[in-house]
């Protein structure tokens, strides 16, 4: 049919079936070669609607490309996937909306001088069943961070986008500053992280012992300002807050279940045996399931705050009622990091476990 005939059984202007065809996302069925006429077939018309709803929601052409090619359930799989990063991204730009307003609208919230410190420990175990540990964790005066690699490159990756982080975090940083170093930070790791994947690559691909792979790292990390504690987060790795007794998740999983979790296609329970609760939707780099950077947040600090950062070696095996018992009854923060291995080693460790705990003081 022809395209006046198509833009009305389709509800699209023949001007947008033109700009889909200029996009390569719907192209007609046949062209007159010589008046250049485009025709449609009929059942084309479900595709270009879904095309028009897709870009109602933003979703990029890319990304439309592939969507429109699956099959109706694979289809909706991707629609929520994505959706769900989006509703994550928007949060967090939310709360750096928030601290931007607050920095903003006090002069005392931006000359703050901190007042508070912290106490810290961190340790990392390969675990019951790998034979190499690719976690990564460091903890001290101004930088607590895990990092979980994947990928024969792995342990490189995870080393690197910690050892990054470390000569950012050597100074004192002026509140106002924080959200600037964050974002340098989250730069630098992911050059880091590119950077040791390459070199790892590099070798693989010139010796004849292999070839290159798909290797990366998650990265959780808090700065410390003295009054402040800014977060870099990508993967999923955690970090939580155990506060009055009461323990938060201050991070939010970039995988695939955490996106149907966050959509009510998934329950919490489900989640923890679905069959691909490793697959993750942004990563620190140089292949595989990358997507946009890492989530950047500042948090207010308190005395008698306790933080925990973690790799999924230790939160996919110990429930969070147990990490807050442990949380909220040792002593300090190195009982703390011993008893939490503890835990996930009378799990079975089937995976490597990093953690890191901090605990904030009044000076």
């Known amino acids: ?3 006046g005939a198509f833009a009305r059984l389709s509800r699209l202007s023949a001007k947008a079936l033109r700009r889909y065809d200029e996009l390569g996302l719907l192209e007609p069925a046949l062209v007159d070669p010589v008046n250049g006429y485009r025709y449609y077939d ?4 479900r595709t270009a609607r879904l095309v028009a709803w897709l870009r109602r929601i933003g979703m990029p052409l890319a990304r439309i490309t592939e969507v429109i090619a699956l099959d109706d359930g694979a289809a909706a799989a991707a629609i929520r996937v994505y959706w769900a990063r989006v509703e994550a991204e928007t949060a967090a730009r939310r709360d750096l909306a928030a601290f931007l307003i607050d920095q903003l609208s006090t002069e005392e919230a931006m000359t703050q001088v901190g007042t508070l410190g912290i106490r810290y420990a961190a340790r990392t175990e390969t675990g019951a069943v ?16 895990v990092a979980d690699g994947f990928g024969a490159g792995g342990a490189r990756a995870s080393t690197a986008a910690i050892e990054a982080l470390k000569p950012l975090a050597r100074g004192a940083v002026p509140a106002a500053e924080l959200l600037n170093l964050l974002h340098d930070a989250a730069e630098q790791a992911a050059r880091a992280v590119r ?3 390459a ?7 010139s010796d004849g012992s292999g070839t290159p792979d798909e290797s990366g790292t998650t990265l959780t990390a808090l700065m410390w300002t003295g009054a402040q504690l800014g977060l870099v987060h990508i993967g999923d790795s955690r970090a939580y807050l155990l506060r009055d007794g009461e323990l938060f998740r201050i991070t939010h999983d970039h995988s695939l279940v955490q996106s149907m979790i966050d959509d009510g296609s998934l329950t919490e329970e489900e989640a923890a045996s679905h069959p691909q609760r490793a697959l993750l939707l942004k990563v620190l780099g140089g292949g595989g399931p990358a997507g946009s ?28 009622t147990e990490l807050a018992r442990v949380l909220a009854g040792a002593d300090g923060p190195g009982t703390a990091v011993r008893e939490l291995l503890a835990l996930a080693a009378a799990a079975g460790a089937p995976d490597n476990v990093a953690c890191a705990v901090a605990d904030v003081v009044a000076l």
Do not use: F, H, K, W
């Open 1 to 3: 049919m022809t395209i």
């Open 42 to 45: 009929p059942a084309q018309a």
């Open 130 to 145: 790998r034979e190499t540990n690719q976690d990564a964790a460091y903890a001290g005066a101004r930088l607590l961070a």
């Open 195 to 197: 950077d040791a994947v």
């Open 199 to 205: 070199v790892r690559d590099a070798v693989a691909g």
């Open 293 to 320: 950077g890492p989530d950047l947040d500042v948090r207010d600090a308190r005395p008698g705050d306790r933080y925990l950062l973690c790799s999924d070696g230790l939160s996919a095996v110990v429930a969070g």
